[in-house]
């Protein structure tokens, strides 16, 4: 495992690609210092409410941000916003009780490095953290949360070694899932026609195209004003003012395109994760949820990027075939994610503390 110095390094590597990569324009500063603002580390005493803050700093489809958090004496509980749901991509909700379990287990960490115990139950679609005060453990997962981010774009090609592999697999336990960790090019490839199947079937449908469309934030302004949504820089395209920037969306987003990309993309990655729940209901895509959020906390901690390559789970007429690939027939696979290692991007941004307490 790396030190701790290690991963602080890779955050200053996050402001200075920021800082160089895009330097004439968009000026970044202000996006910057606000990412740097959202992202620090949790003072020695924090207010619940900072708490929150690292919670929020988790993983969660298309950044919409789907999470409420109501604060009683020694407890908090996460609630589904529903109004944040993406009913195109996620029709029955999986991908955001998966973004709670993110949360969740990013609130557990940060709670346990000041002191409490912060053990989440799921009552029907809310999950309860009960705090409870214990000894302060401050781990490298905890030192990685504000450094973690979803980075799509090409990988260095290289493998990752046996013993960082092993390290990935032992974050990921987590009762009621089951993760399969592959590295063989033959699976790659596997995986890459189904995403090429799968992403092919999403660009061409309309609904799903406008849905995407509707979070994407094309410039750091846009993006600093809603505090939401796929910042075009965080994957890797071009910035650009809003009169060009629809132009620019079809240009960039067509099929081939799209395809090619998840192509040197998955090809130049270390291998893939899926992550697989025992059943199909909002409790085990929580507990996937917090299982994901630790695998790439450890990655992080590693110096290794992660990125979701779902495609073959959320076209529905895929996921059957894909699990039957798995020689999992009968199973639901919950996440796909390359894995591997590259420059950092700029980091997203999330929305005020306060707009997400009730
Ligand atoms: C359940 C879930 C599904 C996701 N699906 C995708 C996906 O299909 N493609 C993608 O590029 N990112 C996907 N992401 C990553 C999110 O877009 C990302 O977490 C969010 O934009 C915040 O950015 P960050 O991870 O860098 O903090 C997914 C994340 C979660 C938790």
């Known amino acids: 495992m790396v030190s701790r110095r290690t991963v602080i390094t890779s955050g200053l590597s996050v402001a200075a690609i920021g800082a160089v990569g895009y330097a004439t324009w968009p000026k970044l500063d202000g996006y910057n210092e606000e990412v740097a603002r959202q992202r620090r580390l949790l003072s020695a005493d924090p207010e619940r409410h900072d708490l929150l803050r690292m919670a929020t700093l988790a993983a969660n489809g298309h950044n919409t941000q789907p999470w409420k958090f109501r604060l009683n004496d020694n407890t908090v509980t996460i609630q589904p916003d529903f109004s944040r749901r993406t009913e195109v991509v996620d029709p029955d909700n999986h991908h955001l009780f998966i973004s709670l379990g993110c949360a969740a287990e990013n609130l557990n960490i940060a709670a346990q490095a000041r002191g409490w115990n912060a053990t989440p139950a799921t009552k029907s679609t809310d999950i309860e953290v009960m705090l409870e005060s214990a000894a302060p453990l401050e781990t490298d997962l905890y030192q990685a949360i504000p450094l973690r981010q979803s980075t799509r ?36 490839e596997d995986i890459l026609e189904f995403v090429v199947e799968g992403n092919s079937a999403q660009m061409d449908d309309p609904a799903f195209v406008a849905e995407l469309r509707d979070w994407i934030r094309f410039t750091p302004d846009e993006a600093l004003r809603s505090g939401d949504g796929l910042f075009a820089a965080c994957s890797g395209n071009p910035v650009a003012p809003g009169w060009i920037a629809e132009r620019l969306f079809g240009q960039f987003f067509k099929n081939d395109t799209e395809n090619d990309k998840y192509s040197s993309h998955i090809r130049s990655s270390a291998g893939i994760a899926i992550f697989i729940g025992d059943q199909e209901d909002p409790d085990h895509w929580i507990k996937v949820g917090q299982s994901f959020q630790r695998f790439a906390l450890q990655a992080t901690v590693l110096g290794i990027r992660t990125a979701h390559i779902n495609q073959p789970i959320e076209v529905p007429r895929l996921r059957g075939e894909f699990a039957r690939w798995m020689n999992m027939p009968d199973a639901r696979p919950d996440l796909i994610v390359r894995f591997g290692r590259a420059p950092a991007l700029p980091m997203s941004l999330r929305r005020p503390i306060e707009s997400v307490i009730v």
Not at 162 to 169: E, G, N, Q, T, Y
Request: hydrophobic share 40%; aromatic share 2%.
């Open 153 to 188: 774009s090409q990988y260095d090609g290289q493998p990752v070694s046996a013993s960082d592999i092993a390290l990935l697999k032992a974050a990921t336990e987590q009762g009621g899932v089951s993760v399969l960790l592959l590295t063989e090019p033959k699976a790659r």
